[in-house]
């Protein structure tokens, strides 16, 4: 048997539209890890954010990874040691800020919280609540931000954050890797991180095969992996963008797309090799 690794975004994949990991779905991924696999959570969340679904899936004893900031940090569940991060360096915070208040987009980063230097908007509010972390403004945010950073992420209506997403990529496609996860939020990291970039230097690293790897997710942040994965998997709810690249579309995240991957094309071929 071959060790797969099922890689997972969160929101609109892992969870269902009520945030949970359905009792199907988890059930289905115990099975697997019970079966040697390994499993890693794939988000633009910082780390703090995963833990909750780290602690959920038992991912510490289970012998899991968590993929966070898009890209830009790996830790290794069971000892909680960075096997991988690519900082965004502290020289280009106060350029990024000021394009945020030019074009009054709202900019966080992040420590122990979530740190703000301007105005807060619903979105901002999101990003601490779904993370579980305090948001904490601050008075001068380029002289707080003295330090190199995982992430920056912006926030902007919809309707123009495209149009920013493509001003910033432009103004810094030399230097920093630009995307969004969601259509209000635009993510600004170092060079070269996404998810995909980041799953190629780590999978040698825990003794995967290419070959091996699953990816799995419905976000433009997702569009990536899905591409590089030898499996990509597009849920039913993903944008069009990412249905477009993947190899197989599941069920929605409200349909236990995932349940279905694991059984498809991890239990099943267990079977076949007489492991169940």
Do not use: W
């Not at 001068?140 to 309707?159: I, M």
């Not at 799995?216 to 944008?239: H, K, P, T, W």
């Amino acid at each position: 048997m071959n060790r797969k690794l099922l890689v997972l975004d969160i929101d609109g994949t892992l969870t269902n539209s009520k945030k949970e990991i359905t009792e199907k779905t988890k059930t289905a991924l115990f099975r697997m890890m019970e079966k040697g696999h390994l499993v890693m959570i794939a988000s633009g969340r910082p780390t703090p954010g995963l833990r909750r679904y780290e602690a959920e899936l038992e991912l510490r004893e289970r012998g899991g990874y968590l993929l966070s900031y898009n890209g830009a940090k790996v830790t290794r569940c069971k000892d909680g040691a960075v096997i991988y991060q690519k900082q965004l360096a502290k020289k280009y915070i106060a350029g990024i800020y000021q394009f945020a208040c030019d074009h009054d987009c709202g900019i966080i980063t992040y420590d122990s919280d979530v740190i703000s230097g301007r105005r807060l908007d619903d979105y901002l509010r999101l990003e601490a609540r779904i993370n579980g972390m305090t948001l904490k403004e601050v008075e001068n945010f380029t002289e707080y931000v003295n330090f190199d950073v995982n992430k920056c992420l912006l926030t902007a209506d919809p309707a123009v954050s495209y149009e920013y997403e493509k001003m910033l990529a432009e103004q810094y496609e030399d230097v920093l890797s630009i995307g969004r996860s969601e259509p209000f939020f635009i993510e600004v990291m170092a060079k070269g991180v996404d998810k995909a970039k980041t799953l190629e230097q780590v999978i040698g690293k825990i003794g995967i095969r290419y070959e091996d790897t699953i990816c799995c997710g419905d976000g433009f942040n997702d569009r990536s992996m899905i591409e590089y994965a030898a499996l990509g998997v597009a849920m039913a709810n993903a944008q069009p963008e990412v249905k477009a690249v993947a190899d197989y579309i599941t069920a929605s995240n409200d349909e236990d797309g995932i349940a279905e991957v694991i059984e498809r094309f991890i239990l099943t071929e267990n079977r076949e090799e007489g492991m169940l």
